[in-house]
């Protein structure tokens, strides 16, 4: 499902001495289907970024689309647009409290008025999509290794079918096995399922490896997005980032085992 934000402006508590620009003319259009990136440091927009996104925040001012669904200051109804967007946040293991895998994935098409038939139907699907056995669905979610509650989570969200999936982080706290598997799990869900990813990542080599477009944010505004190659073709524009250096290094080199030809590693070394 397509996103299109246009003049999107986010202000936290606006007309009081606490006000906060967040997010600042925010345009972006992506595409049905694509898998995004999302990078930037800390307190640079993309926590409220994904969160008006995904209908928790209103815009201050401007408009989000996502399919028919229009939002803008004046909407009064989000609840369609988070029908239609599903949101990790980080450590979504967190949230899970049911006595079984099966009751904690089949909460929320629960509350969408399914018959037991059809809510069974979409556990068995989501566990599938996420790489769980089915021999799981009786044991307590608390007693599975982190990268499995994790995938418990995400079936629980991907059980309400949503046509927009994002990820906040999803591989923070997994060892490198566990978040190579939570990756390829996420690639197979957008190749496969069709779904509209965002990814919230801090790592550049997680975001060239599966993203096909990426967004960096700074001080709440869109410093650079496009593809990978682009992204890092523009030696201006990345050098008034003031990104990490051998952040960006180990970014090309992933980067580079795809493309042809490599982009070259001296691009991005600076004078000191
Ligand atoms: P990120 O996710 O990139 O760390 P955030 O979207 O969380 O960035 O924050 C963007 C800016 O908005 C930061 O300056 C942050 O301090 C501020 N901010 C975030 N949430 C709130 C809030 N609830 N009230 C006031 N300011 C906030």
Same mark, same amino acid.
């Given at each position: 499902?397509?996103? *299109?934000?246009?003049?999107?402006?986010?202000?936290?508590?606006?007309?009081?001495?606490?006000?906060?620009?967040?997010?600042?003319?925010?345009?972006?259009?992506?595409?049905?289907?694509?898998?995004?990136?999302?990078? @930037?440091?800390?307190?640079?927009?993309?926590?409220?970024?994904?969160?008006?996104?995904?209908?928790?925040?209103?815009?201050?001012? @401007?408009?989000?689309?996502?399919?028919?669904?229009?939002?803008?200051?004046?909407?009064?109804?989000?609840?369609?647009?988070?029908?239609?967007?599903?949101?990790? =946040?980080?450590?979504?293991?967190?949230?899970? =409290?049911? !006595?079984?895998?099966?009751?904690?994935?089949?909460?929320?098409?629960?509350?969408?008025?399914?018959?037991?038939?059809?809510?069974?139907?979409?556990? !068995?699907?989501?566990?599938?999509? *996420?790489?769980?056995?089915?021999?799981?669905?009786?044991?307590?979610?608390?007693?599975?290794?982190?990268?499995?509650?994790?995938?418990?989570?995400?079936?629980?969200?991907?059980?309400?079918?949503?046509?927009?999936?994002?990820?906040?982080?999803?591989?923070?706290?997994?060892?490198?096995?566990? /978040?190579?598997?939570?990756?390829?799990?996420?690639?197979?869900?957008?190749?496969?399922?069709?779904?509209?990813?965002?990814?919230?990542?801090?790592?550049?080599?997680?975001?060239?490896?599966?993203?096909?477009?990426?967004?960096?944010?700074?001080?709440?505004?869109?410093?650079?997005?496009?593809?990978?190659?682009?992204?890092?073709?523009?030696? /201006?524009?990345?050098?008034?980032?003031?990104?990490?250096?051998?952040?960006?290094?180990?970014?090309?080199?992933?980067?580079?085992?795809?493309?042809?030809?490599?982009?070259?590693?001296?691009?991005?070394?600076?004078?000191?």
């Amino acid at each position: 499902m397509e996103i *299109v934000i246009e003049d999107l402006n986010v202000i936290y508590h606006p007309g009081t001495p606490f006000a906060k620009q967040a997010l600042t003319d925010i345009n972006l259009r992506v595409a049905s289907g694509s898998f995004v990136a999302l990078l @930037g440091a800390t307190g640079s927009g993309k926590s409220t970024l994904i969160q008006t996104v995904a209908g928790l925040i209103k815009p201050t001012s @401007g408009q989000l689309r996502i399919g028919n669904q229009v939002i803008t200051p004046k909407s009064k109804q989000l609840s369609e647009l988070r029908r239609l967007v599903g949101v990790a =946040f980080q450590y979504p293991e967190h949230q899970l =409290f049911e !006595e079984t895998v099966e009751k904690d994935i089949a909460f929320g098409p629960r509350q969408q008025g399914l018959t037991e038939e059809q809510v069974a139907e979409r556990v !068995e699907e989501a566990m599938c999509w *996420v790489g769980l056995p089915p021999s799981l669905k009786d044991r307590s979610p608390l007693a599975l290794s982190g990268g499995q509650m994790r995938r418990v989570a995400i079936a629980g969200i991907l059980a309400m079918r949503p046509q927009v999936l994002i990820l906040d982080e999803p591989t923070a706290g997994l060892d490198p096995r566990g /978040q190579r598997e939570m990756m390829d799990m996420v690639g197979r869900l957008h190749r496969e399922q069709g779904l509209t990813v965002l990814l919230v990542t801090h790592q550049m080599e997680e975001a060239a490896r599966y993203a096909e477009q990426l967004v960096i944010l700074s001080e709440g505004r869109i410093a650079l997005t496009g593809t990978p190659r682009e992204v890092f073709g523009n030696e /201006q524009a990345l050098s008034r980032l003031k990104l990490d250096v051998p952040e960006i290094t180990k970014f090309i080199m992933a980067l580079n085992r795809n493309l042809d030809p490599p982009l070259p590693l001296t691009l991005f070394s600076v004078e000191e």
